[in-house]
Antibody, heavy 119, light 110 residues
Framework: EVQLVQSGAEVKKPGESLKISCKGS????????IGWVRQMPGKGLEWMGI????????RYSPSFQGQVTISADKSINTAYLQWSSLKASDTAMYYC????????????WGQGTLVTVSS | NFMLTQPHSVSESPGKTVTISCTRS????????VQWYQQRPGSAPTTVIY?????PSGVPDRFSGSIDSSSNSASLTISGLKTEDEADYYC?????????FGGGTKLTVL
């Protein structure tokens, strides 16, 4: 059974760093892209970027380039999304999702990680 | 970069048919596949249509997708509406370097 399991909810202060994770199982982790999608409270889905764990090819949305870092550790089937200095506006639900090709749909999704940034 | 524009909300009665549009701002809608996702409150999205017109297994055939090059738009049509179809729906497509979601449409079945 394909599963993407994300790390738990986080509460952080502005300026703090954070790294959230997405662990894949039930499929060949290195053969599919993992994308990250932001959903701010009451708002729509925003594509942040994707990584191909097989060779670490990473692509970012222009809106998120330089704001976050996407990485993966294929030895433990885990992808990451990290911030070096959080802002209150980073408060959102973050989903990881699997994609066979960049032209494909996101066919499996993680359960989401809620990040709250507040002083 | 391109944008995908959806109506903010639509509503229809049970048993009726509703169509949600998704208009691409630049580049041909027919050149890159469009996917459609359903998101119920508190849940992650799930695919209802992929590659413009394809239905994943388990999605009822009441859901269908189409492309209209003349209006540079994609459409999701849901026939025989059920109360369980009430959800947010998002289109998604891509270009050579970017992937984009539409702003989402809230479907109310009343």
């Amino acid at each position: 059974e394909v599963q993407l399991v994300q790390s738990g909810a986080e509460v952080k202060k502005p300026g703090e760093s954070l790294k959230i994770s997405c662990k894949g199982s039930g499929y060949s982790f290195t053969s599919y892209w993992i994308g990250w999608v932001r959903q701010m409270p009451g708002k729509g889905l925003e594509w942040m970027g994707i990584i191909y764990p097989g060779d670490s090819d990473t692509r970012y949305s222009p809106s998120f380039q330089g704001q976050v870092t996407i990485s993966a550790d294929k030895s433990i089937n885990t992808a990451y999304l990290q911030w070096s200095s959080l802002k209150a506006s980073d408060t959102a639900m973050y989903y990881c999702a699997r994609q066979e090709e960049v032209t494909s749909d996101f066919d499996f999704w993680g359960q989401g990680t809620l990040v709250t940034v507040s002083s | 970069n391109f944008m995908l524009t959806q109506p903010h909300s639509v509503s229809e009665s049970p048993g009726k048919t509703v169509t949600i549009s998704c208009t691409r701002s630049s580049g041909s809608i027919a050149s890159n596949y469009v996917q459609w996702y359903q998101q119920r409150p508190g849940s992650a999205p799930t695919t209802v249509i992929y590659e413009d017109t394809q239905r994943p297994s388990g999605v009822p055939d009441r859901f269908s997708g189409s492309i209209d090059s003349s209006s540079n738009s994609a459409s999701l049509t849901i026939s025989g509406l059920k109360t369980e179809d009430e959800a947010d729906y998002y289109c998604q497509s891509y270009d050579s370097s970017n992937q984009v979601f539409g702003g989402g449409t809230k479907l109310t079945v009343l």
